[in-house]
């Protein structure tokens, strides 16, 4: 298996020397490349080809929302990660909403950090526990009954899926409330998501939610 390409962008440079340091000695990684701001890093995606792109929140010239959201349109094919000091609503549900994979605290572990770019690389979403609780929290105040884009793309029974997923319930509890099986509620969860040009769950329930 080859390792993990990740691109480091901060506009600190202690914090992108520190973190280099800490991932070249894991071999299933490899820093391909720093950038100090968002401009630089879109710059630098050409030239370097990285799996996983490693994000500060906060920057000049271009933040880390602004650049998530130009990676997920012009480079798909990168998972963002966002890794701040700043846990504001603001910087969660707009880099979220903008097709990260990740939001982590800079106070999290290393081996929190290797685990959670190895997950983004597989197309998993990563937060930590503070983010997950406040994503939680966030989603479980939201009303889910209004209307939202695309939701004339949806069957009734996808609709149904849809609101129970963005109201925070696992396959499980949509199954048994609906008297289907689990497989017939994933199926239904790929075919929502598919239509809403959606990643995951977690972007379904801040598109259903308005966050």
Do not use: W
């Amino acid at each position: 298996m080859s390792a993990v390409r990740v691109l480091l962008v901060d506009d600190q440079e202690l914090m992108r020397q520190g973190l280099r340091k800490l991932l070249e000695i894991e071999e299933c990684i490899e820093v391909v490349g720093e950038a100090a701001d968002g401009v630089a890093a879109l710059a630098a995606v050409d030239e370097t080809r990285p799996d996983v792109a490693l994000v500060d929140a906060r920057m000049p010239r271009m933040d880390g929302v602004e650049l998530i959201t130009r990676l997920t349109v012009e480079h798909p094919s990168v998972a963002a990660i966002v890794l701040s000091t700043f846990d504001e609503d603001d910087y969660i549900f707009g880099a979220l909403r903008g097709g990260a994979v990740g939001y982590l605290l800079k106070d999290c572990s290393p081996d929190e950090l290797v685990a959670a770019i190895l997950q983004a690389s597989r197309g998993e979403t990563v937060l930590s526990s503070p983010v997950a609780a406040r994503l939680v929290a966030n989603l479980r105040r939201a009303p889910v009954h209004g209307a939202f884009p695309g939701q004339e793309l949806l069957s009734a029974r996808e609709l149904e899926v849809a609101r129970m997923v963005a109201a925070g319930a696992a396959n499980r509890e949509i199954a048994a409330r609906l008297f289907i099986t689990e497989g017939t509620v994933k199926n239904h969860v790929s075919s929502v998501l598919r239509k809403l040009g959606l990643r995951d769950r977690t972007q379904l329930a801040l598109h259903l939610t308005g966050r």
